[in-house]
């Protein structure tokens, strides 16, 4: 996990701002032990005792900030805790690339994503149609989850206010009473199926206008399984040596090549990033899901197959979450695509050097890999003993 920088790093007027949405100054912080971006995660504490959770980060590449792409926006606007809602914006995803063509179209923002692959070259076009002829901008993690808190409801923390401050944004949300997941336990199945739920009902279809689809911005770090199965690719995979699994390359290879059209037309707001320190356990056991960054859609299981290795990794059963869940009939064959995709990225990645800045992110990824793949081979073993 990094080192998170603190608010009392931040440009004045940053601290200024903070202070005015706790309506008093600012008497301590405590930042967040967890996570792998450089934004400011704190919880900070006023001089009346005045408690908010703050995200808050300058707009460049080096904060994690820089997030979806957006063609046209409409407005952003100070949000306070008497409104429910944030205006609407619309978002582009162009970079990247395509294995196969595909066209959805979303009803509640009027976006039309195509995909294509001509004589294995790709155009991708993923844009959103409002007539206002804006021009393009860029909508970061912390001003995504702002644009966001209106349309999860209890899932997440509730918004407090949202500042735009030269180029740094700043949300301010409540303190959500409990403590990080560290480790998923036995009781956590049943609070774990109630989020499902929740998800399932709030997030499917997507709430809000403006997102692009997950699987399109996953496809520049697709490919490792495809490029050791000798297919030329653009992706490094010589420094690979070994796999945590006896499923064959070609097979591996063949589900990978099939992410898009198995995943682009799923319409659920998608977290994108589904692991237990984004998680807060309740005194009550009751789970809340935080670090709401992404405009994404994807099909409404996604999420919890993003979640399945950090479930396995501490003993528990992802098949068994997934019949249990809202989405026990999702398309096997699918899973498993996503399952290969996911398993492919982490597994090249976690053999990479070591990134000082981010100490424990390969080790995450190798066991996220492992994990993957091991819920892969038991649903292919499993396909295969009920075939014909």
Known sequence: MIRRPRLSEAPAAVRSAVAELLGSPLHAEHPAAAGFTRSIASVVIGTGGERLFIKAAPTDNDHGETGETVKSINAVNTVNSHDKT?????????????????????????????????DGKTINTVETINGDGKTAATIGAVEAGALLAGHIGDLGPRLVGFIAIGDWRIAAYEVIDGEPVT???????????????????????????????????????????QALNGTPATLDVDHIRGLPTEIPIPVLAGLESRWLPALIGGNALHHGDLRRDNFVRQ???????????????????????????????????????????????????HVDVALAGLAGRAWREGLLPEVPELP?????????????????????????????
């Open 86 to 118: 944030i205006n609407t914006v619309n978002t582009v995803n162009s970079d990247s690339k395509a294995v196969d063509t595909a066209e959805t179209v979303d009803s509640h923002s009027k976006t039309i994503n195509t995909v294509k692959t001509v």
């Open 183 to 225: 480790r998923w336990t036995d009781a956590d199945r049943f609070a774990l199926r109630a989020v499902m739920q929740r998800m399932h009902h709030l997030m499917e279809p997507c709430p809000t206008a403006g997102t692009s689809p997950y699987a399109v911005a996953f496809l520049p770090l697709l490919g490792t399984w």
């Open 283 to 333: 005194p009550d056991g009751r789970l809340r899901i935080v670090d709401w960054t992404h405009l994404w859609t994807a099909p409404g299981w996604m999420d919890l197959v993003r979640l399945a290795p950090d479930l396995a990794a501490c003993g528990h059963d992802p098949e068994q979450l997934l019949r249990d869940s809202p989405w026990h009939d999702a398309p096997g064959e």
């Open 360 to 388: 424990g992110l390969r080790s995450m990824q190798r066991e996220q890999a492992v994990h993957l793949l091991k819920w892969l081979g038991y649903r292919l073993r499993s396909a295969t003993r009920r075939a014909p």
